[in-house]
């Protein structure tokens, strides 16, 4: 005999259902609509040719960079030979998004896995409408997810739907795991777009191997409390990641100015490390736009590649 199930949890599952097709094409209408019209240009002068593959091997010409040069080849042949590289036409965009249960936080409407959404949709779709191919990549303490890089409105659309809808096995943050699959699964040159709060540490040397290989551009997903903290008296703080409570008093002005400073003073330094590392930053606060940050960004990168 089969077991009959209440009908009101199908009727449950067919509302959560419509309600996440509903958040996924709200979501990409909003990204289409962004990546069409403000970050179209952007996106190509800042990321079409910025890669290079391989062309063909060629005997040396006066004027020829020495650096171009292929020692093996010339070693064999008895005379100069150098490598010869093209822009390449479609590139690879990979983000990876963190998907800890400290993503899950927000002092305001909205929390940073909701902007860390939003951002993603507008970059796959940017990368999208240029015939690029995106993928995505969810971690905590694990790589929870990987979608392989692939073209088309359908791969986007996977996307949002696997970000709304993915719910994580796990509460920690272990970046430099996830930057260490990244290293592993892409074999060739992308551009990797890495979402967190960066509430971790020990990242930095897996940050500086990725960087290496593919263009690395760290998205900080920033709280209002994290920038200043609410007067509000006695405050009892939880780790969403490990439980731990701590109990803060607000009211002083003395404590308040220390650990603002402390907070900022992290960023500043966090920053400074990945710039150092050619990492670029990206600063985006949930209680304003996704948009700002992106186009502020774009400017900045093409300024500086002229």
Not at 285 to 297: C, K
Request: charged share 30%; glycine share 6%; proline share 4%.
């Amino acid at each position: 005999m089969t077991e009959e199930r209440p009908l009101i949890e199908d009727d449950e599952a067919v509302a959560l259902t419509r309600q996440l097709l509903g958040q996924v094409r709200r979501l990409e209408i909003r990204a289409r609509h962004l990546a069409e019209d403000l970050f179209a240009g952007s996106y190509r002068s800042v990321f079409k040719g910025a890669g290079i593959e391989f062309s063909e091997v060629r005997r040396y010409s006066p004027g020829d960079p020495v650096g171009n040069i292929d020692w093996n080849v010339t070693a064999r042949a008895g005379y100069p030979h150098v490598k010869e590289h093209v822009d390449e036409r479609q590139l690879t965009v990979l983000l990876a998004v963190d998907v800890s249960s400290s993503v899950e936080f927000g002092s305001l409407d909205r929390r940073k896995q909701d902007v860390a959404a939003e951002v993603a949709g507008l970059l796959a779709f940017s990368a999208i409408r240029n015939n690029d191919m995106v993928g995505l990549m969810t971690f905590t303490d694990e790589v929870e997810m990987y979608i392989p890089p692939e073209k088309g409105r359908r791969q986007g659309l996977r996307l949002l739907r696997e970000m709304l809808h993915h719910e994580p096995r796990s509460r920690g943050t272990n970046i430099a795991e996830a930057l260490k699959f990244v290293t592993r699964v892409l074999t060739r040159r992308a551009i990797v777009f890495l979402l967190s709060d960066f509430h971790d540490s020990g990242y930095m040397k897996p940050l500086s191997v990725a960087a290496k290989r593919h263009d690395v551009i760290a998205v900080r997903l920033i709280d209002p409390c994290e920038r200043e903290l609410p007067r509000v008296g006695l405050l009892e703080l939880v780790d969403a990641e490990d439980g731990s409570h701590l109990l803060l008093d607000t009211s002083s002005d003395q404590f308040g100015a220390m650990l603002q400073g402390r907070l900022s003073s992290r960023r500043v330094n966090e920053r400074e490390e990945m710039t150092r590392r050619g990492v670029d930053v990206i600063d985006v606060p949930t209680d304003g736009t996704a948009v700002d940050p992106l186009v502020r960004f774009f400017d900045l990168r093409r300024r500086r590649l002229r």
